[in-house]
């Protein structure tokens, strides 16, 4: 009889650019917590992820498996997938895959995550409009397939405005898995405190916190040294990939070797300030939608509204949840 493999029970599932991979690697050091690689993206059948050369990709079952090959006894196995909360389709697969899996959510003020999301796609050359506002005027025209970069292998990810429409999202995952296996993890909270957060996350998993990781800061933002040398990694010319193959023979070492050039290829470098009068029209923008998650989470969220309306937690409403148990 075959052995039983390990599978995930553990799903940190976005959103990008809300501190996923700090606390992805926090949890990592803890004996009883195994993270796998990062943008599995096994689930979200709706994603539609491409190649270099723009065919279709998608991890198989075998692969997806393999990265937990190595968790041993850990009580939690851990599948980080940014795009699982935006995805429409990613809650319901994942519940029926293992319906008591545990779901953390990570949760940034919308604009402030709108324009990280435009930063991260520019460093990974899925992005070809240095102006964020420019970037987020052309929203309409992409989802028609206009103005969309050469090569670019994540459309979805240049919808900043959807992307940060958490309470939808949210509820996928409240509604299907319930709220004691949903935890909510505000960006703001882990900055302010997050040795505080990590010991409430690890309280939500029913682990003791032990000891504690260095909270050192991960995943910066970055630029590239050379766009030219990023766009060569991307899209190696066939002569050079066959070099390549001959030259390191090992697919996971070619892998590894092109994560070094990547690496050296970074440097971290801090966002410039946005524009604030652009700044001021999105908060307006998305307050409707930040009040409507306001009610969803049972939390006050003022400091990502407007500071003329921002108040109380709203509660009740159109949230479609019952708010006797906020979520955690």
């Not at 270099?52 to 692969?63: E, F, L, Q, S, T």
């Not at 505000?186 to 682990?207: E, K, M, S």
């Not at 990694?233 to 001959?246: D, K, S, T, Y």
């Not at 500071?307 to 159109?318: L, S, Y």
Request: aromatic share 10%; glycine share 8%; with cysteine.
């Amino acid at each position: 009889m075959e052995e039983a493999r390990p599978t995930p029970n553990l799903f940190i599932v976005g959103a990008p650019k809300a501190g996923t991979t700090a606390l992805a690697s926090y949890l990592g050091e803890h004996p009883e917590i195994f993270v796998a690689g990062k943008e599995l993206s096994y689930f979200g059948s709706d994603l539609e992820f491409r190649t270099a050369k723009g065919g279709r990709w998608r991890i198989g079952y075998d692969p997806y498996l393999e990265w937990f090959a190595r968790a041993g006894d850990a009580q939690y196995r851990t599948d980080r997938s940014v795009f699982y909360l935006y995805s429409s389709l990613a809650a319901s697969e994942i519940h029926a895959f293992d319906p008591k899996s545990r779901i953390i959510v990570l949760l940034r003020n919308p604009v402030d995550q709108m324009y990280s999301q435009h930063s991260e796609m520019l460093f990974q050359g899925d992005e070809d409009i240095a102006s964020f506002g420019e970037a987020i005027a052309a929203e309409d025209d992409r989802k028609q397939g206009v103005r969309v970069p050469p090569g670019c292998q994540k459309v979805f990810g240049l919808f900043y405005r959807d992307l940060a429409r958490y309470r939808d999202q949210v509820e996928r995952y409240v509604s299907l898995f319930g709220r004691d296996q949903v935890c909510v993890v505000l960006y703001d909270d882990l900055v302010a405190d997050t040795p505080a957060t990590y010991r409430n996350v690890l309280q939500f998993l029913d682990l003791e916190p032990g000891r504690d990781p260095g909270f050192g800061v991960v995943n910066a933002n970055k630029v590239v040294r050379s766009a030219r040398t990023r766009d060569l990694l991307r899209h190696a010319p066939p002569g050079l990939r066959r070099v390549g193959r001959v030259v390191v023979r090992d697919a996971r070492a070619r892998a590894a070797l092109r994560r070094r050039l990547h690496a050296l290829n970074t440097r971290a470098r801090a966002r410039a300030v946005m524009d604030l009068e652009l700044r001021r029209r999105l908060v307006e923008e998305m307050a409707p939608e930040v009040r409507r998650l306001e009610g969803l989470l049972g939390r006050d969220l003022g400091a990502w509204l407007p500071p003329e309306t921002a108040g109380a937690v709203r509660r009740g409403g159109d949230s479609g949840v019952a708010d006797d148990k906020p979520v955690r």
